[in-house]
T-cell receptor
Framework: SAVISQKPSRDICQRGTSLTIQCQVDSQVTMMFWYRQQPGQSLTLIATANQGSEATYESGFVIDKFPISRPNLTFSTLTVSNMSPEDSSIYLC???????????FGPGTRLTVT | GNSVTQMEGPVTLSEEAFLTINCTYT??????LFWYVQYPGEGLQLLLKATKADDKGSNKGFEATYRKETTSFHLEKGSVQVSDSAVYFCALSKGGATNKLIFGTGTLLAVQP
């Protein structure tokens, strides 16, 4: 299994600012994903981070709001731009190795926007 | 489309009680099925999985059997402990190029001593 770390673990941000969340995997992985978990809710996939190309976004999520980078096979970042209180959530990074179907998750970044 | 339906919580049990958390799915073909667990303040951990019909996934005393005829993947444990208190998510993956995970709404389990 892959071990995934995220930074920061939590942050409190002002409305209108941006926050970049980092995700580091301890081994090379084929796919990386970003999810949002709103308070008391299930997980919603934001986008798939593709190495060497643009991320693939799910319906309701756009690149201008959630730009993603994936410069190599072990690292990705998600930026939450122009934040509003509705962006207060836990943001989770996950990764999949090779042809295996299961995904492994990071501990999450708890974001509060005031 | 593909979806996962879980029983609503919270589920409150006494220690050593039997646990069942129901999960049913809607999907074409043969998805892989998963149970993830989220302990308070932590990220998701893969608890168990099954990739084809009649497979039984098991881990830490938890079991779930992939039942294609009833499109179900119910989670069971014979004797729960206080340390099992967490939110449990059922999920499916159709695999393929993107391997998206589709999650149920989660079920909060509270085990009392």
């Amino acid at each position: 299994s892959a071990v995934i770390s995220q930074k920061p673990s939590r942050d409190i941000c002002q409305r209108g600012t941006s926050l970049t969340i980092q995700c580091q995997v301890d081994s090379q992985v084929t796919m990386m994903f970003w999810y949002r978990q709103q308070p008391g809710q299930s997980l919603t996939l934001i986008a798939t981070a593709n190495q060497g190309s643009e991320a693939t976004y799910e319906s309701g999520f756009v690149i201008d709001k959630f730009p993603i980078s994936r410069p190599n096979l072990t690292f990705s970042t998600l930026t939450v731009s122009n934040m509003s209180p509705e962006d207060s959530s836990i943001y989770l990074c996950s990764a999949r190795q090779g042809a295996r179907y299961e995904q492994y998750f990071g501990p999450g970044t708890r974001l509060t926007v005031t | 489309g593909n979806s996962v339906t879980q029983m609503e919580g919270p589920v409150t049990l006494s220690e050593e009680a039997f646990l069942t958390i129901n999960c049913t799915y809607t999907a074409t073909g043969y998805p892989s099925l998963f149970w993830y667990v989220q302990y308070p303040g932590e990220g998701l951990q893969l608890l168990l999985k099954a990739t084809k019909a009649d497979d039984k996934g098991s881990n830490k005393g938890f079991e779930a059997t992939y039942r294609k005829e009833t499109t179900s993947f119910h989670l069971e444990k014979g004797s729960v402990q206080v340390s099992d208190s967490a939110v449990y998510f059922c999920a499916l993956s159709k695999g393929g190029a993107t391997n998206k995970l589709i999650f149920g709404t989660g079920t909060l389990l509270a085990v009392q001593p």
